[in-house]
């Protein structure tokens, strides 16, 4: 079947892998949504020839109608545009791939269309996972995982019923300051943060990676997508990223997915599930692998990932509130105003600082309103901090 794919967050790096897909597999582009990167968005436009186009910044309108004036392809802007374009009736997957909690009301505009979602946007389910559960739930349409480590868990689910699962192994790659401690980690640049040894991807979270506030993000994922308790997931580094997760079954046995590093794989799978097609390339070989190691994630050393852990204890609103607070520190990090330590700070003070609702029945103003708290809390506490 020829699917038709509406890929929001088109110009990173896992939106090209999509399209990529949808070029190998002959699926029909029905969207394609950027933030500003107008260059490229143009060049995809014309190889793909979608029914409509997004700008999500309102300022990069003007350019892209001047660009795509002989095309007659409907241009949309902003976060209307985006939910707009979600909800098309042609689409059969909704990819999103947007970076941060803009990723959100797109997702839910989708799921009201009665979409599958393919989603690569972890902060949407952090953020906002009761509401996205709930109304997949409530319109009967799948939520299919793109993230490597939560493609494998869905994947390795297959083998057993959801009430024989033991707990889930979460790998992590432990990101490029593996073994490095607390102060060495106040030393970092800017430069050396954005040097991922085994994944190739957008500057947010290749600074998440390094924080391992992307392990956090992805242990809160984890429990929304797949209905786990805290208790039920074990976050282990595996620094290899040869096996993208496990689950462990009530018999003790324990299934794992392994692979290359290739975001292709989960990215395919995602928009052909159930159905497996072939990928050309590198087959995995254990022998070349060698030593594959684990150990365990060093909390004291990785201050995000301390938070986000206590905030998929807390509930409610608090993984929203962490969230928030890294989308501000890290935009804060990249512009050079703030150190790489400031990063965890930000998040520990929002999560001590911040009152939150503790139950997940809160409204999608209540997320919005959160998260708008803790950004402003953040850049207060950056501007008074002594740094
Ligand atoms: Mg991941």
């Known amino acids: 079947m020829k699917k038709k794919i509406a890929v929001l967050g088109s110009t990173g790096s896992v939106g090209t892998q999509t399209l ?133 868990i869905f994947q390795c689910l297959c083998c057993g019923q959801r009430d024989a699962v033991k707990k889930v192994l979460l790998t992590c790659s432990g990101g490029p300051f593996l073994g490095k401690t607390a102060s060495e980690l106040e030393k970092v640049t800017t430069e050396q943060a954005l040097c991922h040894p085994n994944w190739s991807m957008g500057q947010k979270i290749t600074v998440d990676s390094a924080t391992l506030m992307n392990k956090g993000l992805e242990f809160i994922e984890a429990m929304w997508l797949f209905s786990l308790q805290p208790e039920q997931i074990e976050i282990v580094v595996h620094p290899q990223s040869i096996i993208h997760s496990a689950v462990e079954f009530q018999d003790g046995a324990v299934i794992a997915q392994l692979g290359l590093p290739d975001m292709q794989i989960p990215i395919q799978y995602a928009l052909t599930w159930p159905d497996r097609y072939p990928i050309k390339g590198e087959s995995l070989s254990l022998t070349d692998c060698g030593k594959l190691t684990f150990i365990e994630p060093d909390y004291r050393a990785f201050a995000c990932l301390r938070h986000c852990r206590r905030a998929a204890d807390k509930g409610g609103l608090y993984p929203c509130a962490v969230n928030s607070a890294n989308e501000q520190a890290v935009s804060l990090f990249l512009a050079g105003k703030i150190g790489f330590g400031d990063i965890g700070r930000s998040v520990g003070y929002v999560l001590d600082g911040l009152h939150c609702k503790e139950e997940d029945t809160y409204t999608l103003t209540e997320v919005l309103d959160t998260a708008e708290t803790a950004r402003q809390m953040v850049l207060e506490y950056c501007k008074t901090s002594p740094e």
């Open 20 to 152: 990529k897909c949808c070029k190998r597999l002959g699926y029909e582009v029905s969207v394609l949504a950027a933030n500003q990167n107008v260059g490229l968005l143009e060049q995809q436009v014309r190889k793909f020839s979608p029914r409509s186009v997004v700008i999500s910044n309102k300022s990069a309108y003007r350019e892209m109608k001047r660009r795509l004036a002989d095309t007659g392809v409907q241009l949309l802007a902003g976060m209307d545009g985006l939910c707009e374009a979600a909800a098309f009736p042609e689409n059969d997957i909704v990819v999103n791939s947007l970076v941060g909690m803009v990723g959100l009301r797109p997702t839910l505009a989708a799921l009201e269309a009665k979409k599958n979602v393919a989603l690569a946007n972890k902060e949407t389910m952090v953020a906002g996972g009761a509401l996205v559960t709930g109304l997949a739930k409530k319109n009967h349409v799948k939520i299919l995982p793109v993230d490597s480590e939560h493609s494998a």
